[in-house]
Nanobody, 123 residues
Framework: QVQLVESGGGLVQPGGSLRLSCAAS????????MGWYRQAPGNQRELVAS???????NYADSVKGRFTISRDNAKNTVYLQMNSLKPEDTAVYYC?????????????????WGQGTQVTVSS
């Protein structure tokens, strides 16, 4: 099995900062992509940022210039630095990883999700 363990969520005032982290562990052959999604009440889950193994990154338009995703491949860990937070950033944030695992002598790809961590931006 593969587990994604998240930390760093909490309550912060508008304009403040938070740093989320997510570490993957278990039977892992490779990790191709790690990223962050978020879901607010009444909304669909949306991609916030992703980091591919080749170094390319993608960001939602709403967070460009404020959020930064980084990745420590040696630790199978992805981070999300969130600055200049706004009330509309309030959501449950989910870590996601596309993991290669050995099955029947072949490496197959599986998608895993963290349990989610609450981020609340409020005065």
């Amino acid at each position: 099995q593969v587990q994604l363990v998240e930390s760093g969520g909490g309550l912060v005032q508008p304009g403040g900062s938070l740093r989320l982290s997510c570490a993957a562990s278990g039977s892992i052959f490779s990790i191709n992509v790690m990223g962050w999604y978020r879901q607010a009440p009444g909304n669909q889950r949306e991609l916030v940022a992703s980091f591919a193994s080749g170094g390319s990154t993608n960001y939602a338009d709403s967070v460009k210039g404020r959020f930064t995703i980084s990745r420590d491949n040696a630790k199978n860990t992805v981070y999300l630095q969130m600055n200049s937070l706004k009330p509309e950033d309030t959501a449950v944030y989910y870590c996601q990883a596309d993991v290669g695992r050995v099955v029947g002598g072949q490496v197959l790809q599986f998608r895993y999700w963290g349990q989610g961590t609450q981020v609340t931006v409020s005065s």
